[in-house]
């Protein structure tokens, strides 16, 4: 079964992950600096570390529920790319980062960016019609990176029990107090992380069940 469609055989880079990361920083160094151009912010800190203010955001294309409902379904997509802050930015690009040793290596760099688009996306649609404001960040796509690990641990055919343990019990562990986080601080969006982390590990399932089928048929 080593290196079948199923289970590839890990990869020693992440590219996927390095360049997302720097596609990340790049859009907020930019944004920043045209804020505080344009004088949007007071300084320097408000427009690269700390929290921008809403309008701003707003200005920026993040996921606002009143203009996603008046038909700007646009921001569904930008909102994953606009971040609050310099502080939710960098916790966003080490989970990724992260992600990329854990789910890149498996799953390579192609189907690693499909399930970051997708559960961002996904995410920020979940948080739309669960009513939730505002959203904007990349979590959403990194707790379904995280579900999409959690889903290789549980599915994936020839892992060790040291490895398939430490990917759905340990990996499974944190998202759930992630999630539990989410719903006690209100900067959070729970919706969008449960909504994320479910389409991550329902397209690993998909893509696991798919590679079997074509083996049995094979």
């Known amino acids: 079964m080593k290196g ?6 890990p990869r020693a880079t992440t590219p996927a992950a390095w360049a997302l990361s720097a596609v990340l920083c790049a859009v907020h160094v930019a944004t920043g600096a045209w804020a505080l151009s344009t ?47 310099g502080l939710f930015l960098l916790i966003n690009v080490v989970a990724l980062l992260a992600l990329g040793q854990i789910v890149e290596t498996r799953l390579g760099a192609k189907r690693w960016l499909v399930v970051f688009l997708l559960g961002a996306v996904g995410g920020g649609l979940v948080s739309q019609l669960s009513g939730v404001v505002r959203t904007d960040g990349a979590s959403g796509g990194a707790y379904a990176l995280l579900g999409a690990a959690i889903a290789w641990g549980r599915w994936a055919p020839d892992l060790d029990d040291d ?56």
């Open 39 to 85: 004088r949007r912010v007071p300084d320097a800190w408000a427009a690269f570390v700390g929290e921008r203010p809403a309008e701003l955001r707003v200005l920026l294309g993040d996921r606002d529920s009143a203009r996603v409902a008046a038909g700007e379904l646009w921001r569904l997509v930008t909102g994953p790319f606009v971040h609050a802050s």
């Open 163 to 218: 490895e398939r343990r430490w990917l759905v019990r340990v990996l499974g562990a944190f998202a759930a107090a992630n999630v539990v986080w989410s719903l006690v601080d209100p900067r959070l969006d729970a919706a969008a992380h449960v909504g994320g982390l479910g389409i991550g590990a329902w397209l690993v399932w998909r893509w696991m069940r798919g590679a079997r089928t074509q083996e049995g048929l094979g």
């Open 4 to 9: 079948s469609p199923a289970t590839p055989a």
